[in-house]
């Protein structure tokens, strides 16, 4: 389901500001974190390169 899906947001410059944070390197949000306003706002970014993923195992264990 969405719940173990993610959006992998590259910056295409390190410090790029969208959707009320700094973007820097690679990042993983949660679909499940994020509205899907929020998501279009990402998705229209042309700074962003924004694709839909599995959430990396590693962000989980990272976060319990």
Do not use: C, H, N, Y
């Not at 973007?23 to 949000?29: E, Q």
């Not at 994020?34 to 694709?51: F, G, K, N, Y």
């Amino acid at each position: 389901g969405s719940a173990d899906r993610s959006l992998r947001i590259v910056a295409k410059r390190d410090g790029f500001r969208r959707a009320g944070r700094e973007w820097i390197g690679t990042t993983f949000v949660k679909l499940s974190d994020i509205s899907p306003e929020v998501r279009e706002q990402l998705e229209a970014e042309t700074m962003l390169i924004v694709d839909e993923v599995d959430t990396p195992k590693a962000e989980e264990s990272a976060k319990a």
